[in-house]
């Protein structure tokens, strides 16, 4: 491709810009600082010198400290936000008029110049890049400075238009991709850690697939990625699956696919979605590939179970428990650690729990869990619940070692998704239907209007 | 790359969104009108379901009459477009509260609804072609429909947006380029015809040069490109340039790139600038390639002359004529088709005026040519006019078979380029300064106060 | 691929050695005469040197008058030839003793040093594509110089080896592929010219199919290619498959595979076959994309019918013909000309002669036809033969505008291939087999061991 | 590129001739024995039939037991070597005739059939890759079984012809190969054995170069490869260059360019060289890439020291010591293991011993390691010893931690090559001159005529 021929020519021509700018200033004129330099940005002289100007901003903003940073977004939304009088003004002349003509000076001077600004860096070598990496950054700040919370919308507006679907392209990564790609995969991994490169290469072995999709303007990125395990059955475990030690099986011979991982790499796209499309993608390549496979579902985790069992506990929204059972829980959380032996006792009641809390039909009205949510909304069903499903550490410690299936049915897939979007109902197997259903039922906010539906086998 | 693989999925996904669409609705359903269909993009429900509608949307977009095609644009401005009610009470709630919550309310209220449904008819297969020659078909309408204009604003805004320069890269095409493209190519060319391939082959020879800009959604689309060719002086005719059977030089040899074409190909692009920006990567790549090259120049028509000369011998400007040049002048306007004999006479007088017309300072304050309001504002200088430089019929008709030279003088194209851009100074040589400081003058509108200034030689 | 970057290197590490040999030969040296020059390249010193040697002989090469060309190919034969007393020597010692070794020693007298020569002329950049212009020109001389017969067998046996099937790729040449490939398809075109690229174009169109043999060391060389068009029928005529006006099919809606042009490029490749080959897998090829493809069959000249027809009019071999016959038949073969008018009373004659020299029952004992031979050799079967199939001028030259279909069924290719190429067996659809049987029959050299065979439908 | 597109034609086709050869055998018929599946290849019947035996031969051929492997070579050397009486009788002819078709049939008798044998079975898919790992196979029986040593040569004719320099190009490996590649990297490496990931990624850092030779048919493989290190000094320790902690040093500041590792890849290419042109190229591509790089060298290994002195002292050739320095070198040589302080007394002896070992001034005439032979032979000069330059175990063990530089000058390399092969002069700088022509003296086989000379600084 012509990167590596316009990358050349770009740094020749901001080369030559830099050269423009510093003879016009003074020998002892000081450093410009950052909000001129977006001023200069603005300005829009020379091509060249704009150029340069905003390879210098890009650069400039790659190197800030903490404080810098901070600072920077606050003269972005101080700054080169909208101007108050101008937006009246022009909303005025438009309630008077309203001609489109006014209508469109009203939505010039409503757009924050900060996103002209942002478009004019993205024009620097590398622009997109700096522009993602400064929105995980501004992200960092949100919490504590709502006020950013206008800026953050613009770069995400701005973003989002820029990695519309339509511009993105799927890839299927396997052993013989880069090794500076397979390390990104390595270090991106963060459902089931990637601890070493055998590690790696066994998930990309012949009865693995993994499949991403990228940008153009960011090539080494691998915007979403997603790990699918080819097997025999509906897994119910994860560790056989990320084994490195595990015999591959001929793929030839797989019936079940099991997406096992999906990753965003980008925090600085968070909020811009690409998942949902992504898994349905992969299931058509699979059967495309594999006209064999059968069945498409996932393994996947239940993060913050444990956390919403605590609040549960704590009266949040309460659950309708026996003591004995209450008291075995709150036990349970007070623990560093906990192993099977000690889970035994409970599976029935974290069972239901688990299948109330991920239908949502215990805190609801819809499902508290991001995962659930994601997949329900993708138009799967929630399947299967697998007790000890994940015996890690880190498994352990948010659902107590459960996974749970999501079943895609392509079939199925937009029914689902309507009913789950507009009525909130959940797809659930049968079996997730009658634990769902059992008790320990909820004291509080009963969820009438959410009711569980079989739709399963 | 991925584009088989994800083409193929895609169809995949439309047509099962395709068949889900066409179960839910009843047999004798009538065919949904395009508002409908439109609507439904924008209500976006399920994933495949929305790129169903988005696909089918592409599709008709594509077939329709022309009648429906006006009927779909006013459709677009009408019903699409911001709701003036809400705009003004978000105008109203941000007057009194003032908050980024309220401006970002009428933002949202601002943006016109059309330019979410052209995000999402970029997420079909195919998506950003059939907007940008909808849009070629939309500005067919404008000089009539003034009231489509701000539905191209719309369009003109995204596709701004997408069509970043950080988003682009530049190829050079040779005669190793895919035959399709060269197709392109040969049909683009619109500045000096390319009649067959025997002429295309020799503008592609090893002693000329074919750069374009290229966007990842539309691969095989030459956004814009330029036609250089290699010499060893300042070129004055187009005749030996384009002529199928010249010999080539060796590049090694030569010591001169003249830039005789330029084109932007897709009309649906109108207004998205890429040319400034593509003549100076050429100049680069060509310096880094040949690094013997001293001298990069333009060999460029004059198209308006003509038709700015009728108009000021019709007394608009007016000018300063001698009754006999007047007169003679007249009558050549009067002729279907000049030659060289018939201008020997008036060459001074031609000469003279389309320097004052390039310069400006006939009928200025700015120069009224497009072709020269490009250069200078790139920076590039006035260096030449030449004198039966174009003996074509299309060159004897634009301009009575005169073509200028701009020069590119990388050290001094920002200098150049902020005096015109700032205070309306057209850089010029010391030939075309003394031309158009001479008679003839303008008698009306004199333009004191942009001087033109000689920088050249 | 690393092509460019080896390139450059080559030429600098040639420069080096020649700069080096330059110092080491005195000023006034003469230029060194080819013998020597392939002398020093046998001699093998440092790499720098030889690969110079090499070079500067593969340059020499290039530019040989036909004078010296000649001469050289004698110094070959004559210079660089095995040594007769070095063999014979050799021979005895082989004999007295017999152990491997001796062998050996017999095996390296006995090979020609002008093969080293070549392969280290290999070693030049470029040096396989001088190689193949050598023998191309080699074959030239052969006729008039049977003693460079030996020469050219160390070409053939060189070119063979490296030009192994294992190391071919195949690939579909279209519209899209580069401008520079496109012009040697209409090139090498012999069999149906390609007049120009609209004619190109069309036979490039989504209704026709072109795939080439290619070899790493001549990438841009299409050794030998094939064309296709896609049709709903057993086509009997050529022209409307080469009519550049043609309205294209719908490829999904085509039945029939009609391969009507096959050529080899270089000539210098002549003897190292590749066709057998290529057509069956160009089958597999289009069954894999069009599986609805039923028939493959082609739609072939018959080049030098009318030359056998003349010389078997006068006795070699003999025809048993009615008088009348042969006289209106040696009326046909005087005429400059020949149109269906002229040709329509003699249809039945020329048409069961023709069936009877395709068939090898005249003339034979096998089919003298050499696209007869190719077919029927790689177990295709002779179908149809196609009354005023081809009515060019060159068609009714050949072969008095009869074309001939050879079926292609992978199921029986072998059993046809083998009972050919063992028994002289041709198979015949019962059609062919009915013309080929009737009368006239050959007055002389019955053909009785090689009996046609119907073994079509 | 086309392989995977003729990749699975071929398989198709193979199984069709699979099949054709299974439906002519009777249902009980016994597996065809190898020699038999010979024979069928090499009597060549219909093309698919000839293929289709030829992979069922390679597959054959990849499964083979020891014995039944070092049984095939048997039938190789007898079965299928050249015809004794045929040879005998040809070359009778040869000598009563003498014309050159007798000497061709006398070619054609004394090449073994094996030839043709091995270049059809080239034409199976993976042809060429089985007939490399064959020869890996004979090359280990060659020692035990000098019979088949005759077998091996027209491996290595056939090899040495397909694997010309001119069909192999030369690829920079990086972090951004495929991880398949680099995985044969990290593998094949047998000079500095790389540990793990980290270790390999080091070495691929922006301040290390790694370049290898690949051949078409076999893309995956790096025939052969150098590892260079980029630095500001003439490198005189091994450890600081793999370490995997150590900061990488900005290439645009380095001076001097360090090949440490130059490793053969596949082991049944032994004897067909690639080593001495690919270091030239590297030099090169380096000067084009870095031109501010003054001086490349080596920082070698010296792999047979050890077992030369351990010879030496035996007798073999014999030295000229003091008996202390006889005595200590004898302790030295018998201990497991050795360290720096044990080392630290013999200091000069060893030195002074090296560099007459590697100048060929002790055992010679010509030097008689092997890494020596290498580098003088392309040109270079023996430049400096490094003690405790390779403080590894495999360091200490081989050379007792002595590594050596050898300096490539472009300038001198030919010169330095032509005296080295032609007269057996080593190219020394000052230093290994004076330590070369210092005592300890060889008390027998003294080399008068290889002087070592001083060409350096």
């Known amino acids: 491709m012509a990167a590596p021929l316009i990358g050349g020519i770009l740094d020749q021509i901001i080369e030559a810009g830099r050269r423009l700018l510093s003879q016009q200033s003074s020998p002892a004129a000081p450093v410009v600082d950052l909000e001129a330099l977006c001023a200069r940005v603005l300005a829009r002289r020379g091509e060249a010198t704009a150029l340069a100007s905003a390879s210098e901003l890009a650069a400039r903003l790659e190197r800030l400290t903490p404080e810098e940073e901070l600072r920077f977004f606050h003269t972005l939304a101080e700054r080169f936000g ?3 009088e101008r937006v009246l003004a022009a909303a005025e002349a438009y309630r008077k008029d309203g001609n489109p003509a006014a209508l469109r000076k009203l939505g010039e001077a409503v757009e924050a110049p900060r996103q002209e600004l942002l478009r004019r860096l993205n024009m ?44 993105l392209y799927l890839e299927r990564i396997d052993w013989n991709s880069p090794a ?10 963060a459902v089931h850690e990637i601890a070493n490169w055998s590690d790696l290469r066994r998930r990309l072995a012949p009865d693995r697939r993994c499949f991403a999709f990228f ?15 080819l097997g025999r059955e509906l897994a119910s475990s994860i560790q056989p699956i990320i084994d490195p030690e595990a015999v591959p099986l001929d793929p030839g011979k797989a019936t079940h696919a099991i997406f096992f991982s999906i990753n965003n790499s980008l925090t600085g796209l968070r909020g811009i979605s690409f998942g949902n499309f992504l898994i349905k993608q992969v299931v058509l390549e699979l059967q495309r590939e594999l006209p064999q496979l059968k069945t ?12 919403w069992l605590a609040s549960a506990l704590d009266g949040q929204p309460g659950l309708d428990l026996e003591p004995a059972d209450r008291e075995a829980l709150a036990g349970l959380l007070q623990r560093p650690a906990v192993d099977a032996a000690a889970l035994a006792p409970l599976r029935e009641t974290l069972t239901g729990l688990c299948a109330g809390y991920l239908a949502g039909t215990l805190g609801g009205p819809r499902p508290a869990d991001p995962v659930a949510r994601f997949h329900l909304g993708n138009g799967a069903r ?5 007790w000890l499903g994940d015996v890690s550490a880190k498994g352990m410690q948010q659902s107590f070692g459960m996974l749970v299936n999501y079943y895609y049915d392509l079939d ?3 029914l689902n998704h309507e009913a789950f979007a507009e009525e909130g109902k ?21 969820n009438d209007k959410t009711p569980a539906i079989a739709t399963g086998r």
Do not use: C, M
């Not at 498409?296 to 956390?307: D, K, M, V, W």
């Open 180 to 189: 500076s790609l397979l390390e990104k995969i390595k270090h991106y991994e």
């Open 382 to 386: 929630l399947e299967r619940i697998n």
């Open 412 to 414: 199925n897939l937009e």
């Open 124 to 167: 620097a070598p590398g622009g997109t890049r700096v522009i993602v990496r400064l929105r995980e950054r501004l992200l960092g700040h949100l919490a504590e400075e709502p006020g950013l919370r206008a800026v953050d919308a613009d770069f995400q507006h701005l973003l989002g238009s820029w990695f519309n679907r339509g511009f």
């Open 215 to 229: 940008h153009p303007a960011l090539p080494d990125e691998p915007l979403i990625f997603i790990e699918v395990a």
């Open 296 to 307: 498409f579902a996932t393994l996947s985790p239940i993060p913050s179970f444990r956390g």
């Open 82 to 84: 909208a101007d108050r």
């Open 426 to 446: 959940v797809a659930l197997s049968k079996e997730l239907a009658r634990l769902a259903a059992a008790k320990p039922r909820p004291k509080v906010r009963p």
